[in-house]
T-cell receptor
Framework: AQSVTQPDIHITVSEGASLELRCNYSYGATPYLFWYVQSPGQGLQLLLKYFSGDTLVQGIKGFEAEFKRSQSSFNLRKPSVHWSDAAEYFCAVVPYNNNDMRFGAGTRLTVKP | KAGVTQTPRYLIKTRGQQVTLSCSPISGHRSVSWYQQTPGQGLQFLFEYFSETQRNKGNFPGRFSGRQFSNSRSEMNVSTLELGDSALYLC???????????FGQGTRLTVV
């Protein structure tokens, strides 16, 4: 079955520390991959996307993600977290030739001062 | 460039009533998708419209329906509301299939 897994429901990091949020997918073929961020009560903001090409993708707000086909993963990273990064992060996939976007359960990020 | 606009932002309805939510996509975007977000089920795809035609549909009952107008604006309708329909309803627009989707702020529906 097609699925998107974010194994970490909640992560707490100290401000200035590095961050890695995990995402694994299970699809027949490599889908299109996205990371979105959501602040409380708000919509989703696109951080970055992977369609093809270079497997290391740069996004907004200093985020990057690496696509690893062998591991079916698309982990999100940031070298130094800021207090304003506290939010919920969603990994999402879209199959080829389809706009049915499937989301992971989300990872809530708390940033300690 | 204006973003995706959803109206209203908040709604309170009574069980058994029906509700219509509106979404205005980014100019030039012809695909509009709808999602339901709840604490228990997370983000779930409802349906997608492209050029006034429903192109994809998620696994929701027939009480959930939608339409798209010639200017790409979309509405979704929920009839015979149930308490479990309380959720944040998000709309996303994109140029076409497999292009990045931009989300609106959502409509918070509360069914009492």
């Amino acid at each position: 079955a097609q699925s998107v897994t974010q194994p970490d429901i909640h992560i707490t990091v100290s401000e200035g520390a590095s961050l890695e949020l995990r995402c694994n997918y299970s699809y027949g073929a490599t889908p299109y991959l996205f990371w979105y961020v959501q602040s409380p009560g708000q919509g989703l903001q696109l951080l970055l996307k992977y369609f093809s090409g270079d497997t290391l993708v740069q996004g907004i707000k200093g985020f990057e993600a690496e696509f690893k086909r062998s591991q079916s993963s698309f982990n999100l990273r940031k070298p130094s977290v800021h207090w304003s990064d506290a939010a919920e992060y969603f990994c999402a996939v879209v199959p080829y030739n389809n706009n049915d976007m499937r989301f992971g359960a989300g990872t809530r990020l708390t940033v300690k001062p | 460039k204006a973003g995706v606009t959803q109206t209203p932002r908040y709604l309170i309805k009574t069980r058994g009533q029906q509700v219509t939510l509106s979404c205005s996509p980014i100019s030039g975007h012809r695909s509009v998708s709808w999602y339901q977000q709840t604490p228990g089920q997370g983000l779930q795809f409802l349906f997608e419209y492209f050029s006034e035609t429903q192109r994809n549909k998620g696994n929701f009952p027939g009480r959930f329906s939608g339409r798209q107008f010639s200017n790409s604006r979309s509405e979704m309708n929920v009839s015979t509301l149930e308490l479990g329909d309380s959720a944040l309803y998000l709309c996303a627009s994109s140029v076409d299939i497999n292009t990045e989707a931009f989300f609106g702020q959502g409509t918070r529906l509360t069914v009492v």
